[in-house]
């Protein structure tokens, strides 16, 4: 009889050992240090740039998926933003399926959503078109502003002169160079307009480090290019690229906004 006690006590130790091992098992977190310095456990960013959103913490959306159409494998979204004054003419790029709007276009010349101008025109930059909805030309973009870890800014700013920083939080390098653009809020179109030079102009090929985990300034002057810049709402647009391999390379375009006083 004290023979089947001494097993039962036995067992009985053994599964309260393993029990409470389990319950003080540390449970793992990602950490990721936002813009703030603070530090979230919610998500982690990978070295594409792409956020993985845990469990238990998916950021709120409200479920509708932006205009977008495909061209020339290049997906366009919608950014927002209007032209004024212009007319249905001869597109571009003209539109071949529209799919329903939930979903994202895949294949060139789908589009999730009906617009009177049945296609595109090209915009006032490379990676912008424009399309005709509900009696509105909005403007699409391709590959603006969703770097994600990578993101431009500016420090300071003059009339001739301005100084931005590229902040890169990804653990990979990308390149950029010395070209620039710079467009204005016209206050009475309700539009970004670009800048007019001043004189012909080229600039330089050249291809400056924008090492991982660092913030990089860049010093712009434009006056050579525009002339003093008068008080106003402005922006100004780098291009960064993301080479694979020589001739390789994906290309996107990043804004800041500044004021001259």
């Given amino acids: 009889m004290k023979k089947i006690y001494s097993i039962m006590l036995i067992l009985i130790l053994m599964f309260t050992f393993v029990s409470c091992n389990e319950q003080d098992l540390p449970l793992e977190k990602n950490v990721h240090m936002n813009n703030t310095g603070v530090a979230n456990d919610t998500s982690t960013v990978d070295d594409a740039g ?30 927002g933003e209007t032209v004024q004054g212009l007319k249905c003419g001869v597109m571009d790029r003209n539109f071949d399926k529209v799919i329903p709007q939930d979903q994202i276009p895949s294949v060139d010349g789908e589009v999730n959503f009906e617009s009177e101008s049945n296609g595109a025109q090209s915009g006032r930059r490379e990676n912008r078109m424009i399309a005709c909805v509900d009696g509105t030309w909005r403007i699409f973009a391709y590959n603006e502003n969703n770097l994600g870890g990578v993101t431009l800014s500016v420090k300071e700013a003059s009339p001739s002169k301005l100084t931005v920083i590229f902040q890169n939080q990804l653990r990979k390098e990308f390149t950029y160079g010395a ?3 710079i467009e204005q809020y016209d206050e009475t179109l309700k539009e970004w307009v670009p800048v007019e030079p001043i004189c012909e102009y080229a600039f330089v090929s050249v291809a400056y480090p924008l090492k991982a985990a660092k913030e990089t300034e860049q010093e712009i002057k434009f006056d050579w290019l525009y002339g003093k810049l008068e008080t106003g709402k402005y922006r100004v647009i780098k291009d960064v690229l993301d080479v694979k391999s020589p001739g390789d390379f994906d290309q996107y375009w990043l804004m800041a906004e500044f004021t001259i006083e």
């Fill in 50 to 79: 792409s956020t993985n959103h845990t469990e238990g913490n998916v950021p709120e959306t409200n479920n509708k998926i932006p205009l977008h159409f495909m061209i020339d494998g290049r997906l366009y979204v919608d950014t």
């Fill in 179 to 181: 070209w620039f653009m």
